[in-house]
């Protein structure tokens, strides 16, 4: 099965990523014709510069974006959070993708919370202190954060739904690095067949560290 | 103008958990058979163990006619209904594809309660309002059905009562069965052994749930992974015993039967004596008429209803079968409301798993105890069941944070100490009929073909409130006893009884014409080829999942059919 460099969680997610590349409006040889050895190297070189390329957000959108779900999810004394599970890559993937329909909520969310910082706090969100952002965050979640449409305490629960997908679903969206959000609460892991072990109370069973899909058995999903 | 079919003998209008069944009666006695299923064939390739992908509706693939055309619903007739998800799906094996998969035969004293209360307890004890009445079968009689339905499909349990000799290792309230289970017993978990020594200590009877799953190589299929994505999802290795992987495919093989699929039937149609001349369906924008013999109505409760009241004829004015006015009454829906949920203080490592490895407690169940002193009727199944996925865990422990933060460094220590120590119990309560809890046609919402979808007029009653209550107790007992920190949930449930996945009546089976549609085989009362099969013909609950007493009803009224079939075809 084909590994990317730096992208050992996401397998064989061709037709995505292709879509992605069509997207950046980059080349790659898919011809027929070209020898296996030769295609799949050109197909990694192009997907790994890929990998951690903005799809949907611009880059100012994405700081935005992280510094929130760093605070949704933290790193701290309990591990890596959020950020370091990549989260903002799920959503900013999901938003070309799956959640298409609400770019726009981001679009729009992100930039009355940056305006909503600077009003309040005097700077753009992510540069703010974690203690001034969790202030900001906590005005937005209950809704006393003015300049968004519908109530900014919605913006907040969508953020907070992707993140915690981004965290703990399956590392096929493009979130969930390292299995860092399964390792968090102990999940073990996708598997296809479970033994009788894996189901005792005396054992912490140890994590299969697989995607759903890195059995071959499964159709995927869009990301 | 709809192309007319060459006839056939029998149609089968939805080939789900019921009309799966009877498919291979049908086929193996060499009649013709055509099978007509909104849905399409599935794929194994669809059912990966991914949460994200079934969380976003993308499970279950294929055309879900449930989805266009909806359920309305209220709690009683002063209200207004509102429209909400139909919780069934649409494919060859229908919610069978995708279900928990418990399969247990109702109690004895589930087919009599009328008479069995009125006996022991007094008249005056049938709870006001209630339109109950005793089913025209006893259990002996359904047996052998449900005897064929476990060794078909393969049901995985260890009977508690074998020609009324009781064994401690199975659950010794069931009724008397022939013979053993096909299969023994899914395995248990830690968590679920926890569970057996906790109700040992309260002296209570445990034992493991009876389930449509193989626990081990069976027909050609393998057994149970365990993996964790069986409910709500398709299994990947076929060991979930849908009629999908079962009867379906055995019937197409013993006989002439033909899988029509993504076909959406709109109407039954009568000739001018009354009888059941053929159905109208569309598929791929085109109108069919198919002419048969006998038409088996197998789709959902509330599918069966509605294309009754909507196949109005000279002969049936007010929808097919319903000169008697009984199609859409004696609706009810399963009481599981009332959630009972515990924290331990410890991991249950209750990842993997499925909902049908679980641990049952009968002793408060159907008239398994004494209602002397008590003020209801009936009773509850207490179980708990393995199956946990990351996204769901994360979010269940909420609950337990008492109005905490919901993000941040505090909610996720806390979600990381207790995202494996929750339990949420399932708990199944005896429901009775009401003469003001009904179905019927919504006077104003239309699906896109402009047909009335349902509307669910039902609430609640205090026979249903009263058996919460006190199943709750039991419940918390239970879950204290195997070390719970905290339990929530009292049981309550109020106002409508609303969409289930557990709905009954509403073409109830019963010797009287004036209070039932369908006689004791399954057949209308009024247009004799016509069967109806599903959960719309039960006119009682019990505790405990329908799928296999169902089964059993579609076998023998199937069987029926064949047998009778120059009487009922004439």
């Not at chain 1, 959640?99 to 753009?124: C, E, H, I, M, P």
């Amino acid at each position: 099965m084909l590994r990317l460099p730096g992208e050992d969680h996401m397998i064989n997610d061709c037709l995505t990523r292709r879509q992605m590349l069509q997207r950046l409006g980059l080349m790659i040889g898919l011809a027929g014709g070209l020898r296996l050895p030769a295609r799949s190297s050109a197909r990694a070189q192009g997907l790994g510069a890929v990998g951690n390329a903005l799809v949907s957000l611009t880059p100012a959108e994405a700081e935005t974006l992280r510094a929130i779900i760093a605070r949704i999810i933290p790193a701290d004394e309990n591990g890596p959070g959020a950020l370091e599970a990549r989260a903002d890559r799920f959503i900013d993937r999901a938003l070309a993708g799956a959640l298409k329909n609400q770019r726009s909520t981001y679009v729009a969310g992100l930039a009355a919370l940056d305006a909503y910082a600077q009003s309040a706090k005097g700077s753009t969100f992510a540069k703010l202190p974690a203690s001034d952002q969790d202030f900001i965050l906590t005005e937005i979640q209950f809704n006393r954060a003015a300049g968004f449409d519908g109530g900014s305490g919605q913006f907040f629960n969508l953020v907070r739904t992707h993140t915690i997908q981004g965290t703990f679903s399956d590392p096929f969206y493009g979130g969930n690095e390292n299995f860092i959000g399964w390792d968090l609460i102990g999940y073990p892991g996708a598997r296809v067949v479970v033994s009788p072990n894996l189901q005792r109370m005396d054992i912490k069973p140890e994590s299969s560290r697989k995607s759903a899909y890195d059995y071959g058995m499964f159709n995927k999903g869009e990301v | 103008m709809a192309t007319a079919l060459k006839k056939t003998n029998v149609v089968i209008i939805g080939l789900g958990a019921a009309g799966g069944i009877a498919c291979l009666p049908i086929a193996q006695s060499g009649l013709e058979v055509i099978g007509l299923e909104a849905g399409s064939w599935l794929d194994t390739k669809d059912m990966a163990p991914d949460e994200l992908k079934l969380n976003r509706g993308l499970w279950p693939p294929g055309p879900q006619k449930t989805k266009l055309e909806g359920i309305t619903a209220r709690a009683n007739a002063s209200q207004t209904a509102i429209r909400l998800n139909h919780p069934m799906m649409n494919a060859v094996g229908g919610t069978s594809v995708h279900y928990w998969a418990q399969s247990w035969r109702l109690n004895p004293w589930d087919f009599k309660v009328r008479s069995e209360t009125m006996r022991r307890y007094g008249a005056s004890r049938i709870p006001k309002g209630s339109t109950i009445e005793d089913w025209p079968i006893t259990y002996e009689e359904l047996e052998p059905y449900y005897d064929k339905v476990e060794y078909e499909i393969g049901v995985s349990g260890k009977a508690g009562n074998i020609g009324g000799k009781k064994d401690e290792r199975g659950n010794v309230f069931e009724g008397s069965r022939k013979r053993e289970y096909p299969l023994s017993p899914l395995r248990t978990s830690g968590f679920m052994e926890r569970m057996i020594a906790a109700g040992k200590s309260l002296g209570w009877h445990t034992f493991v749930a009876p389930a449509a799953i193989t626990s081990r190589p069976y027909n050609g299929r393998p057994g149970c992974a365990y993996h964790g994505y069986c409910s709500g999802a398709g299994c990947h290795v076929s060991a979930k015993s849908s009629t999908a992987v079962t009867t379906i495919p055995k019937a197409m093989k013993a006989g002439k039967f033909t899988v029509v699929t993504e076909a959406r039937v709109t109407t039954i149609e009568v000739d001018n004596n009354g009888r059941i001349a053929g159905v109208n369906y569309l598929k791929g924008g085109q109108e069919y008429f198919q002419p048969a013999d006998a038409v088996l109505v197998a789709s959902y409760a509330y599918e069966n209803v509605r294309l009754l009241l909507l196949s109005k004829s000279k002969a049936y004015p007010n929808g097919l079968s319903n000169n008697h006015g009984q199609v859409g009454k004696h609706y009810f829906s399963h009481n599981q409301g009332g959630a009972v949920s515990a924290l331990f203080p410890f991991n249950l490592n209750n990842w993997y798993g499925t909902p049908a490895q679980g641990i049952a407690i009968d002793n408060w169940a159907d008239d398994n105890f004494d209602h002397s002193v008590l003020d209801f009727i009936g009773g509850g199944n207490l179980y708990v069941y393995t199956e946990r996925r990351p996204m769901a865990a994360v979010n269940g422990v909420q609950t337990w944070m008492q109005g905490g933060p919901n993000w941040g460094s505090k909610w996720k220590a806390f979600v990381k100490e207790n995202a494996d120590r929750w339990n949420v119990a399932y708990l199944q309560k005896t429901t009775l009929p009401y003469e003001d809890n009904y179905l019927d046609l919504d006077p104003v919402v239309k699906d896109p073909l402009g047909f009335p979808v349902i509307r669910i007029t039902a609430e609640y009653k205090d026979n249903e409130r009263k058996i919460g209550t006190f199943i709750a107790e039991k419940m918390r007992q239970w879950y204290m006893a195997a070390g719970a920190a905290r339990v929530n949930g009292d049981g309550n449930v109020a106002g409508g009884m609303f969409a289930s996945t557990h709905a009954y009546g509403g073409t109830r089976m019963g010797d009287n014409p004036e209070t039932n549609v369908v006689d004791r085989w399954g057949f209308s009362h009024e247009a004799p080829n016509l069967g109806i099969l599903g959960g719309s013909v039960m006119g009682t609950s019990g505790a405990r999942n329908p799928t296999e007493t169902l089964q059993a009803l579609a076998w023998r009224t199937a069987e029926h059919l064949v047998q009778g079939w120059k009487n009922i075809v004439k």
